[in-house]
């Protein structure tokens, strides 16, 4: 099978590729990217490239992605000359396009943010009074394109939102939404074959730090009732949207219960303690759904685990004492050093979040991340 886009992601799926019997072709736009070495196969190009895009398909009976900056027009007419990719295009749209999802969501009753698609110079009147109707100034996002937080904005006050809006509008559409109230942030991670069984992992809480996931936390801290909403909420929009593979649901934890962020129909940041911490990791069960096998369990393997990114501070530690750190497991996805770039990841599995809390960071921070506790 194909992957496009290479990466860390795409570097796990690697990991995992062999033990479910797929041979792994991926598609890169430089040869030292991180997800070479775990490869079968490698082929350079760009995801946007046809001509590139093409030769991974005549490599591969099916193909997935790593990443969400993708043609999607383009996806459409591979598609329709026969190319099976997992999740397809239909399906990849809500997660390209935050206007897409925002509006469908919307229409088939899911619960998001309130929310106005700006597409037109008429379209900004929306924002004249904002604040006065919705109590704050909206939060701003491009439609398409930004990850990690790039792309979100929170203007101060609606004047700023107009001028705001104006310039993310020069380079397509934007999302003008409430700014809700976040009592916390979780993730949902289902897995959905071929034949429409789906199955949730455990719910993760999810702490960012400059609008970048920071740490993982397994349980998530809710009550059960609200962690089943989620399992049933994720499981409805996987099958809404078609989705083949594994899928997160970003979820905001509201004062009027949870909302929908973001999906990521591919294995996500918040699903990288499965490695350690279930019966199957994500990355096993999204190769398994997307080749047409059966899914494996999801059960966890344990009471607690906590995952850290690192991300590239301004002078590099040491990975060995990373990981000579006591009960973590250390990621390193081989990249050069890089400051803000995503390095590794540090997780450690056990009965006591509070506990492994402590020794992920004390890892993570001995190899050389800018992120920070959340307070
Ligand atoms: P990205 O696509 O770059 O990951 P998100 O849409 O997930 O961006 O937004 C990044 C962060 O901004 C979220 O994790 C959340 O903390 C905050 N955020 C996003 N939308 C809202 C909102 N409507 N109200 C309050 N905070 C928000």
Not at 69 to 87: A, C, K, S, T, Y
Not at 165 to 177: C, D, N, P, T, Y
Request: aromatic content about 4%; hydrophobic content about 45%; proline content about 3%.
């Amino acid at each position: 099978m194909g992957v496009v886009g290479g990466g860390q992601l795409a570097r796990m799926m690697g990991d995992d590729a062999h033990d479910v019997g797929v041979e792994l072709t991926v598609l890169v736009t430089a040869a030292d990217d991180s997800a070479v070495e775990t490869a079968d196969h490698v082929l350079l190009g760009a995801a946007d490239d046809e001509s590139a895009l093409r030769r991974l398909i005549e490599t591969s009976d099916v193909v997935t992605f790593d990443h969400e900056l993708i043609d999607l027009d383009m996806l459409v007419r591979l598609e329709e000359q026969g190319v099976v990719f997992r999740p397809s295009p239909r399906a990849l749209r809500y997660s390209v396009d935050k206007a897409v999802q925002r509006e469908e969501f919307t229409a088939a009753g899911f619960p998001v943010p309130y929310c106005h698609v700006i597409r037109s110079d008429a379209d900004l009147s929306v924002l004249d009074d904002w604040s006065q109707m919705h109590q704050n100034p909206p939060v701003l996002k491009a439609a398409r394109g930004g990850y990690d937080g790039r792309g979100v904005l929170f203007p101060v006050d609606d004047t700023d939102a107009m001028q705001l809006a104006r310039e993310l509008l020069a380079r397509g559409a934007v999302v003008a939404e409430e700014r809700v109230t976040l009592l916390s942030e979780v993730a949902q991670l289902v897995v959905r074959s071929v034949h429409g069984e789906v199955i949730a992992y455990p719910l993760v809480t999810t702490l960012q730090s400059r609008g970048m996931c920071a740490e993982v936390q397994f349980p998530a801290d809710l009550d059960e009732d609200v962690q089943a909403q989620a399992r049933e909420l994720s499981a409805k929009i996987a099958s809404h949207i078609g989705l083949v593979g594994v899928m997160a649901v970003e979820l905001f934890v509201t004062p009027r219960g949870l909302l929908i962020n973001e999906l990521a129909l591919r294995p996500h940041n918040s699903g990288h303690w499965t490695i350690e911490g279930t019966a199957t990791s994500q990355f096993a069960n999204h190769l398994r759904a997307v080749t047409g096998q059966e899914l494996g369990a999801s059960t966890a393997l344990c009471a607690a685990a906590v995952m850290v990114n690192v991300v590239g501070a301004d002078t590099p530690g040491s990975l060995e004492s990373a990981r000579a750190t006591a009960g973590v497991t250390v990621h390193d996805y081989g990249k050069s050093w890089r400051p803000g770039r995503k390095l590794a990841h540090v997780t450690a599995v056990g009965d006591d979040v509070a506990a492994l809390h402590v020794r992920t960071w004390v890892s993570a921070r001995a190899y050389g991340t800018n992120t920070r506790e959340a307070s």
